[in-house]
DNA sequence: GCCAACGTTGGC
DNA sequence: GCCAACGTTGGC
């Protein structure tokens, strides 16, 4: 049985649709402990809702799969990427990627207004005051209300 | 663009 | 190990 998990991206950087686009797609740049954490928690198969942040309005857009676990952020590594860390060394790296698949688009997104009424969501870190987290856990009740909200049916493999 | 929330850094 | 300063996130 999968976890289920929410990360965020500001689609003018890199968009669901982005992900649409392609196989599959390393998750980079992460640079918070606690996302990171959770990332490194994540077991391919687990389901991931994908959400937007700054646009108006900000929700939640599709569904993603993890096909590869996490392992080190290559970005750390490199000095002309704006993710670089001077701090990470190859025997220690402090930062880690999973890759995630596109599985499927919401019937319609749903903005954190929207989530924000939920019953299921209401103790979800997603919706407190000041949750800057850009990757956390959602319970198997928070991403169903999310997909019944959607009017989207997922195929449990 | 503003600003509240919150994480990180670094001096002590 | 405390905590002030600073930087970033992200909704509005």
């Known amino acids: 049985m999968p976890n289920y ?9 890199f968009s669901f649709a982005d992900l649409e686009a392609r196989a599959r797609a390393v998750w980079e740049g992460v640079r918070n402990y606690q996302a990171r954490n959770f990332m490194r928690e994540m077991a391919v198969g687990d389901l991931v809702l994908i959400y937007h ?18 392992y080190p952020d290559p970005t750390q590594f490199d000095p002309e990427s704006s ?8 025997e220690e790296p402090r930062w880690s ?3 995630v698949a596109a599985r499927q688009r919401l019937t ?19 919706v407190r005051q000041g949750n800057r987290l850009s990757v956390l856990p959602l319970s198997e ?10 009017e989207t049916d997922i195929d449990v493999a």
Not at 83 to 90: I, L
Not at 113 to 121: F, T
């Open 83 to 90: 993710y670089y860390d001077p701090k990470a060394t190859a």
């Open 97 to 99: 990627v999973v890759d």
């Open 53 to 70: 942040s700054q646009v108006k309005p900000p929700g939640a857009v599709g569904v993603a799969e993890v096909v590869e676990e996490a």
């Open 5 to 13: 998990w929410l990360m965020k991206t500001e689609p003018d950087e």
């Open 108 to 126: 319609r997104s749903v903005s954190l207004a929207e989530l924000k009424q939920a019953p299921a969501l209401s103790d979800s870190r997603l």
């Open 141 to 150: 009740d928070a991403f169903r209300a999310i997909l019944t909200i959607a």
